[in-house]
């Protein structure tokens, strides 16, 4: 395991099982992306789990807007912009293939994923509880 990854752990749990299945498989899938980066993979299989990633990323926004919009939720549309952001910047790395998979690149995807379940998430989701 990469010093990198993140492990999943009851602390990152909204409480919301949808949800934190959905926060499993993305970090599962952040966790497969670090470790084909440093493990020498070709380029393809590179563009292809980031390709998931990417995918994954954008359902589960939905779910979680679709979640907090059925709750009419006040917390919707900055959560809603937070999404919009980081979907944005992970396209433009996409775009830009592997090159754009620096260490910097990753750790920011790590780290926005950790504290946006740790912070905009928890707050978001914990009355739903």
Not at 96 to 109: H, I, K, N, T
């Amino acid at each position: 395991m990469s010093m990198l990854n993140i492990e999943w752990s009851e602390k990152l749990s909204v409480g919301i099982a949808s949800v934190d299945e959905d926060h499993r498989k993305l970090v599962s899938l952040v966790n497969d992306l670090f470790s084909a980066c440093f493990a020498g993979v070709g380029d393809e299989a590179v563009a292809s789990i980031l390709s998931e990633v990417v995918s994954y990323t954008q359902y589960h926004f939905g779910h979680e807007e679709a979640f907090l919009s059925a709750r009419n939720s006040p917390a919707l549309p900055a959560h809603a912009e937070e999404h919009r952001q980081l979907t944005e910047q992970v396209l433009a790395i996409a775009r830009q293939g592997r090159e754009a998979l620096s260490e910097e690149v990753l750790l920011f995807l790590r780290d926005w994923l950790a504290h946006h379940i740790m912070g905009t998430d928890k707050e978001s989701f914990s009355p739903y509880q």
